[in-house]
């Protein structure tokens, strides 16, 4: 009530509420909900009237099966089988090849497409995603550990990797359990571009091994070592490896571009690398490829995954190794990942939630790491299949788990005649469809920062190495964002003519601005990072007046918090403006800002009378009111 009596130009019931501050318990457990649960998830439970549906809608929540699997029928099976049988058909030649990228044996490949879609269809949220293994991590992986201990123990190199894989779970499964997802923002779009883009051109380059034939090679991936083992040792070159590579990588980009201009024919890209390894290993086959120089993949077991819990190593001296790989690709797969899932929901009109996926990409790879696979996500590729194939509900990741089975325990001796060069031209295809030229031509026109962001990533992986660029992408991420904060936007309004609304003058130059009084608007948070500046730029707007300045009017509506810094920063501009006779009016501060300038007795350092709700309310008072209000202090 006492606002409204000082605030007498201020209509009843449009006066600054200065009601007690709120006690630090409940602020900080309204902080905590805002920051791990901005979507609320549990109040839709809250509201089940009886005990019996509140635990239903809580199994649901956290095992999403449950919600979808009892509206199931007959009419969506007939979709999700077909997307199901699609997606096998890329990756059993996908499996295949990524793990000859990541230096493993290829079955290890097959298996990774077996039980990870099965944990992934009971706990993902996502009703398009298909689970399988990604060329980028792929990669990435077998740079972290090398290939010296491929070469000196690729048994240590297998039993590694199932523990990179073991520790990525842990920390994905993390993330979402504790709803850190927040963590993963930090690889911005125009990071995930970049690095999608520079890894592809070093995996592009890195196939050049297999196309030409070429024995010995670099265990190094930036470009300019790929290009100086491809060219010194032209003496290994195999022109039929070469002649059978560009076919098939000409087949592939023709099934490519065929799907581009009639998207019905999806199915034509989709099958086409399931083509190009049964033609390969039938060529193979029948004309001895081996003695001609075109090398196959070798024998490839029947059965299904053995454990590999006993084969995670924790030894001391590979630790940092393992941890490396482990979280850097961990996080890398869930941006890839939720991203993916993100960008497929919103074609289908559905939701899909972070957390949720987290949970089940981390325990999708600790079941994984104990059953001889390797990491698996969401590729880009194969969930664009399964969304083009029509697939409904989750169930198309269970029917591609049958599906590899039936490969696993009837067809994986077939493939043991696939040609490395076939594989090769695979990843090639793929690679190829990952560098996003419009996207980074987009962000160049829009903004340069997010250009600089993408390209840091880019030239850093690919001329530097891939986790660098990652990091150097990052590095220039956050370096945007600290500037963001401690050089907050503040802008100068003035009136719509005609009008109560007050604009920015520069945005709307039909502005009209008030003599004698300069109104700012604060855009960011005031702390002890930006408060200098703060300061500096108030005090220069007033400087910068023709005319002389009776009042300075800081609309704070965009000030989401203040700290003791920012509180000191305001009271020092106050005590300056009051040795010139200028008065400072404070409008509209938020909940959280005005009750900290109450607690700290800000409020009544610069009184009660001082503080509006509106800009307008504060101009009568200033024309009609402050021109008696008490004297300074």
Same mark, same amino acid.
């Given at each position: ?230 060219? $010194? ?182 493939? $043991? ?113 930006? $408060? ?24 704070? $509506? ?76």
């Amino acid at each position: 009530m006492e606002s409204e009596k000082t605030n007498s130009s201020t209509p009843k019931g449009r006066g600054v509420n200065f009601s007690a501050p709120r006690s630090f318990f409940l602020k900080f457990s309204s902080k905590c909900k805002e920051t791990f649960f901005p979507d609320d998830p549990f109040k839709p439970i809250s509201q089940e009237p009886n005990g019996l549906m509140k635990t239903k809608k809580t199994l649901e929540y956290f095992v999403p099966i449950f919600e979808w699997l009892p509206k199931y029928n007959l009419q969506k099976l007939r979709y999700d089988v077909l997307a199901g049988i699609t997606i096998t058909s890329l990756a059993v030649p996908q499996g295949i090849s990524y793990a000859n990228l990541a230096g493993i044996p290829p079955i290890i490949g097959l298996y990774s497409s077996f039980v990870p879609p099965f944990v992934y269809a009971v706990l993902g949220s996502s009703s398009t995603l298909a689970v399988g293994t990604v060329a980028a991590c792929s990669l990435l992986i077998a740079e972290t550990f090398g290939e010296e201990l491929l070469k000196t123990d690729p048994n240590l190199y297998l039993h590694l990797i199932f523990t990179s894989a073991f520790i990525t779970g842990v920390f994905q499964f993390a993330l979402g359990f504790f709803r850190l997802g927040m963590l993963v923002d930090f690889l911005s779009h125009s990071t995930i571009t970049g690095f999608m883009g520079g890894t592809a051109i070093i995996i592009l380059l890195q196939q050049l091994k297999g196309v030409f034939g070429i024995v010995h090679f670099t265990h190094k991936t930036d470009v300019v070592s790929v290009l100086h083992a491809v060219f $010194s040792h032209r003496d290994e070159w195999k022109w039929q490896s070469a002649l059978a590579g560009v076919c098939f990588l000409t087949f592939l980009q023709s099934t490519r571009y065929i799907r581009k201009i009639k998207p019905k024919l999806f199915w034509v890209s989709a099958m086409g690398p399931m083509v190009v390894v049964l033609v390969g290993c039938l060529v193979a086959y029948l004309v001895k490829g081996t003695e001609h120089g075109i090398k196959t993949v070798g024998p490839l077991k029947k059965g299904l995954n053995p454990p590999s819990i006993q084969y995670l190593t924790f030894d001391a001296k590979y630790l940092p190794s393992v941890l490396k790989a482990g979280i850097v690709t961990g996080l890398i797969a869930l941006a890839e990942g939720i991203a993916i899932g993100r960008s497929f929901a919103v074609m289908k009109n559905e939701q899909t939630d972070g957390n949720k996926e987290m949970i089940a990409f981390g325990l999708m790879n600790i079941i994984g790491s104990f059953t001889s696979c390797y990491l698996t996500t969401g590729p880009f590729s194969k969930t664009a299949v399964n969304y083009n194939a029509g697939t409904k509900t989750p169930m198309s990741n269970i029917v591609m788990g049958f599906c590899m089975m039936l490969v696993l325990l009837f067809l994986a001796p077939l493939f $043991s005649y696939t040609p490395l060069v076939a594989l090769s031209a695979i990843i090639m295809s793929a690679m190829l469809g990952l560098i996003d030229y419009e996207e980074m031509y987009h962000l160049f026109k829009v903004d340069k920062f997010d250009f600089l962001v993408c390209m840091s990533a880019f030239f850093g992986v690919s001329l530097i190495s891939m986790d660098y660029g990652l990091i150097i992408s990052v590095g220039f991420s956050v370096l945007r964002a600290l500037l963001y904060v401690a050089r907050p936007s503040t802008c100068k309004l003035g009136r719509i003519p005609n009008s109560v609304m007050f604009r920015d003058v520069e945005q709307y130059p039909g502005a009209e601005e008030m003599l004698g009084y300069v109104i700012l608007q604060m855009g960011s948070p005031i702390f002890f990072a930006n $408060s200098t500046y703060v300061r500096e730029r108030i005090l220069r707007w007033i400087r910068d007046e023709p005319e002389g300045v009776e009042f300075l009017l800081l609309d704070l $509506s965009g000030v989401s918090s203040v700290d003791m810094t920012g509180m000191e920063t305001l009271l020092e501009v106050r005590r300056i403006l009051g040795s010139k006779g200028i008065k400072m009016v404070i409008i509209n501060p938020r909940f959280e800002v005005l009750e900290k300038m109450m607690l700290s007795h800000f409020v009544e350092k610069i009184g009660k009378e001082y503080v509006f709700l509106s800009i307008d309310d504060a101009v009568q008072a200033c024309r009609f009111n402050l021109s008696t209000a008490k004297p300074e202090p």
